[in-house]
Nanobody, 114 residues
Framework: QVQLVESGGGLVHPGGALRLSCAAS????????MGWYRQAPGKQRELVAA???????NYASFAKGRFAISRDNTKNTVYLQMNNLKPEDTAVYYC????????WGQGTQVTVSS
């Protein structure tokens, strides 16, 4: 059974940083792209960043220069380092793994507020 377990969310002040982790289990994900999406209240889920099996990252425009995605295939884990966080980054962040099949994590809340 495939499971994606996210961690690292929380409350942070504007300008602060958080590092999200998503540990995948249940199969090998070496041939799967991995990524992060987010969904704010009243808004559609949107891509934040994704990383290919080869390690090539892709970022939404709002994430460029502030967020960094990485993966450790030995641990089946994808990370999202988020710096200089803004109130508009407040959302539930979801881990996504996509290959022949697609899997989602349960989400982790990120709140940016003073």
């Amino acid at each position: 059974q495939v499971q994606l377990v996210e961690s690292g969310g929380g409350l942070v002040h504007p300008g602060g940083a958080l590092r999200l982790s998503c540990a995948a289990s249940g199969r090998s994900f070496d041939n799967y792209n991995m990524g992060w999406y987010r969904q704010a209240p009243g808004k559609q889920r949107e891509l934040v960043a994704a990383i290919t099996t080869a390690g090539t990252p892709n970022y939404a425009s709002f994430a460029k220069g502030r967020f960094a995605i990485s993966r450790d295939n030995t641990k089946n884990t994808v990370y999202l380092q988020m710096n200089n966080l803004k109130p508009e980054d407040t959302a539930v962040y979801y881990c996504n793994v996509k290959g022949w099949l697609e899997y989602w994590g349960q989400g982790t809340q990120v709140t940016v507020s003073s």
